[in-house]
């Protein structure tokens, strides 16, 4: 009982996180400008929710004024592809911003099971911190979480394609 009050509790902890983030994003996002907005494919609500900024002004003149359009990948957030496992589904996504990757999201781990479920939660903190480190998908195997290490980089690796981040 306590175990199940402990992960559910963990779980809405995450989840307060993630939409506080994804709302800070939503922010940062809109307030480029709208030149390097369009340069990265990505406008404020293009995460996976539902949400759209129904709000546009013309900031042409004011990009060219302020700031040069950044080359190589762009800003924003990126999703990669759900993929399955055996043991579920596993998706994430990438936070480029000044030609690196800044943070990796998990939107979705493996949860086939109670212990897929505790392995996932074990293996993504450091797949993500190897990730960062390396500011590559091609990082090392975390041993005992092959499957949910293998399709975490895999889904990576197609928001980092759709980035066009090489790094």
């Keep these: 009982m306590r175990a199940g009050s402990a992960f ?4 809405g902890s995450a989840a307060i996180v993630a939409i506080g983030w994804q709302a800070g994003v939503g922010t940062l996002v809109s307030s480029l400008p ?3 907005a369009a340069a990265s ?5 293009a995460s996976s929710s539902t949400s759209s900024n129904s709000a ?3 900031t042409s003149s004011q990009a060219a004024a302020t700031a040069p359009v950044a080359s190589g990948p762009a800003y924003g957030t990126y999703d990669g592809s759900v993929v399955n496992t055996r ?5 994430v996504q990438a936070v480029i911003s000044g030609g690196k990757i800044t943070d990796v999201i998990a939107v979705k781990l493996t949860d086939a099971d109670r212990k897929s479920i505790q392995i996932s939660q074990q293996v993504a903190p450091m797949v993500r911190s190897e990730v960062l480190t390396a500011q590559s998908a091609k990082v090392a195997n975390i041993s005992g979480g092959t499957y949910t290490t293998q399709a975490y980089l895999q889904s990576l690796q197609s928001a980092l394609d759709a980035a066009g981040f090489t790094g």
Excluded: E
């Design 41 to 45: 494919g990505t406008t404020a609500g």
């Design 34 to 36: 709208q030149s390097q």
């Design 87 to 91: 043991f579920g589904t596993v998706q």
């Design 8 to 11: 559910l509790a963990g779980v």
């Design 56 to 58: 546009t002004t013309d």
